[in-house]
């Protein structure tokens, strides 16, 4: 296998268990990250985008989830094979993860400075880490506690610097409230990236802010992800943010990766019906009026999902036996771009 | 210059800033600083800018949803300001609204058809029979079924739920819609459906619009006109063209630059601001941009406002990069 190969995910299957039933959320969802990729990953509310996510640091609540067959793997492990303390490591030192609202990632009843300490300390193993916690504020009367939450604030610091928070020192006593929403993705961001991470989850990291403010945050997640040598997941539903920052885009549709490769490929020649309907329900640069077409028909009800592929009742090129059969394995139609569709294989 | 259906002048909104001891009033946030606007019947007309920049305030003052401050709006000859409530309530019959958020702005317990039909009601337009006649003809028009009509808001999705509040917007046959961020609780293959749906509607019943967004191309697939908002203020005023193909504010050129477009090859110079906007309103007697314009250089801008001037036909910019500065 490509040792080069830093996230692998095989055939997952996701099920929540609802009062209503079960609902089916990932239907067999294939992803590679390669080291040093940015691979966006996009598609429309509730798609499973942000599920597919969740599955690499093993943050799904089980129950109501259940992972029914698949493997995830992080550099060459299966995640979904290791133990809870295993998992928290391998979670604080190697992943790091920025989500949409800003606001509700942070807790507002403690300084940023208390967060990003308590963050930067869970980055060592347990008995260090609960050592910085021990005490309470008394904590700083043992000279070794003291030492170690110096250190970590020091860190703080340096990074709240580096992603643009001018007067760093000073703000580490701040509470949430007092940064704007750009800031505080800002703060996230130095948070997440206080240790030594190797992939950034970006879930919709810039969906909650302004055009320009989003221009700010796109610009410093590629100045940190060439400083720190990172692979990045990027998610989103924005295809102009893709276009800009990503590599590689792979296209989700109702659980199921549909099509996959790079950004050129997947933008200037889509091939599933789903990717060409996309591109084509949005205005870009210069779209006349009754040029954008929108997909008829809504995403389809997790909980009874049309028989065979997902996608055929809104599809322009059904055939009958895309209500049949699953849709087949993903067919590499050009060097990289992988297509799961009846139309190509 | 066609007739004009609305007009606005020196349109004022300040929202009082209280605190301290028995809440007194510290001042006031700006919201709204002194804006003019005309929209032409029959006309789309884009409202853009940040959050914060006023924009969904101006909307609501025009309707007297808020009270305006200071100004005039002059709809078809008539200024709003002046009238009572009741006069007001009669004249918002002609003016309606719709609203960014499909899933709060309607009605948990009502069906569809109470919904769209309450407005007749208020305004006793149609009972009985005809009052169901007219549901049904408004549902088919924004392209739902007659067996949604029974139903409560919760069994919709998204975008059929923008389409009922579209519904109950035009169900006294209003003459101008007042959209404030129609699809942008939306998701793309949907928000494609309602623009077309709202051009289309445009087209049959002569409406006007003016759309609010932050959206640039949306506001430019829609849109005949644009003003640009910051901070209460327009920058840019002019036809969708011409400050798409040339903004001349700095900030127009920036937000432009900073558009994400859906595709790699197209990826023009960006021009990436600093800082933020600031909600509090900005010093009077400077130009509200200064303290994040890349381009600002001379000392006019922190010691004099920039007013509205005519560059080329119909294209107006507020910068002293352009008033002989």
Known sequence: MNNDLLVEIKDLHLDFHTFDGVSKVLNGVNLKIWSGDILGLVGETGCGKTM??????????CPPGEITSGQVFFEGEDVLQKTEEEIRLLRAKKLAMIFQDPATSLNPVFSIGDQMIDIIGSRRDTSRASRLGLLGAFGNLVP?????????????????????IGDASERIEDYPHQFSGGMRQRVLIA???SGTPSLLIADEPTTALDVSIQAQILRLIEELVQELNLSVLLITHNLGVVAKMCQRV????????VECGSAMDVFKNPKHPYTVGLLGAIPTYGTKRGEIQGIPGSVPNFLAPPPGCRFHPRCEHAMPRCAEEPPPAPVEIAPGHEVSCFLYS | MSETLLEVRRLKKYFPLRG??????????KAVDGIDLNIEPGQSFGLVGESGSGKTTVGKTILRLVEPTEGEIVFEGQDLCRLSESEMRERRVDMQMIFQDPYSSLNPRMTVKRIVGEPMLIHKRAKGRALDDRVRELISLVGLMKDHLYRYPHEFSGGQRQRIGIARALALEPKMLILDEPTSALDVSVQAQVLDLLLELQQRLNLTYLFISHDLAVIRYVCDRVALMYMGKILELGHVEDIFQEPMHPYTQALLSAMPVADPEYQPEEIILEGEISTLGGEEGTC????RCPASKSDRCTEEEPVLKELSDGHLVACHLYDGG
């Open chain 2, 20 to 29: 301290g001891l028995f809440q007194r009033r510290m001042g006031s946030i």
């Open chain 1, 52 to 61: 597919t996510a969740l599955s690499i640091p093993r943050l799904i609540t």
């Open chain 1, 144 to 164: 070794a506690i003291r030492r170690l939450r110096r250190a970590a604030k020091g860190r703080a610091i340096e990074m709240l610097q580096r992603v643009g």
């Open chain 1, 191 to 193: 948070a997440s990236l």
């Open chain 2, 288 to 291: 509200r941009f200064a303290p």
């Open chain 1, 250 to 257: 792979a296209v989700m549709y109702a659980g199921v990766v």
